[in-house]
């Protein structure tokens, strides 16, 4: 798969963008790597379910760069004393997550018999998705007062976008044929069950949230934990989109929720 190599080089030459940028003024940077649990919501399994939430987990890993706004590296200095160069900085990512999914809730349930039932309770699937974004981070605490104190924490919320590259996967234990008769589509087939499978995968923006901590470790490192919430502009990411007024509950595209834990690397 060539998308994530395009990817690399974007992250890339963002990199080389913010050099240009610390070059002319005077920021720092910060890089690091994160990884931890996600849990993926999509159309696999039930809403709201807990065996769906705690089932349908994998894990994702991450390269992250960070424009520190109070800092020059150049003269080993502090930058002007201002609300945003004290409480603000730009992190730019490279991520990768993947996730198993299966059927889970009342509806795959051992006591159901129907073919619909054991159908669902074939199916099995995955999706792999690459992404590459910004987000603004927000320290209420000053980032100088932080950066000057082994041992101390530094909460933050963050906001942001990216772009990503899905690519999902899925098999049923019935057979060969994922949305043929008798495999995931019960005989005679709807009208309304058609067209609901794509596996091509393909390209979406996110929107991305997230709420953690940063705790300096040694002055020049700190270790972060975060809780990420991704929503994706599609409903094709785990490869399944079932028409929505014909399935009325097929009304959220799909997203995930990301522990991440992290180490960052001050650059001087």
Known sequence: MKMPKYILVSFLLLFCVSNKVNAQFGFSHEIGAIVGPVAFQSD??????????????????????YLNFSYKAECNCYTPETYFNDHFKLRTEL?????????????????????????????????????????????????????ATVGAWAPFISLGGQFSFYKPTAYSDLGPGLGSIGTNLPTPTPQ?????????????????????????????????????????????????????????????????????????????
Do not use: C
Request: charged residues 15%.
């Open 95 to 147: 991520s990768y997550n993947k996730t198993k999914l299966d059927h889970f809730g009342q509806w795959v349930s051992p006591e159901k018999n129907s073919d619909t039932a054991q159908q669902l309770r074939a199916m099995h699937g995955s999706t792999a998705v690459t992404n590459i974004g910004m987000q603004l981070e927000f320290f209420p605490y000053s980032i100088r007062d932080f950066s």
């Open 44 to 65: 696999y399994g039930e809403r709201y379910d807990f065996s769906t939430n705690a089932g349908n987990t994998g894990y994702g890993i991450g390269l992250i760069h």
């Open 192 to 268: 309304k069950y058609l067209n609901a499978f794509d596996l091509k995968g393909g390209t979406t923006w996110s929107v991305v949230s997230s709420i953690g901590t940063r705790y300096k470790l040694t002055p020049l490192s700190d270790l972060m934990v975060d809780l990420r919430w991704q929503y994706y502009f599609s409903n094709w990411v785990d490869g399944l989109s079932p028409n929505p007024v014909l399935y009325p509950e097929n009304k959220a595209n799909d997203w995930l929720v990301w522990l991440n834990f992290g180490y960052i690397y001050y650059l001087q």
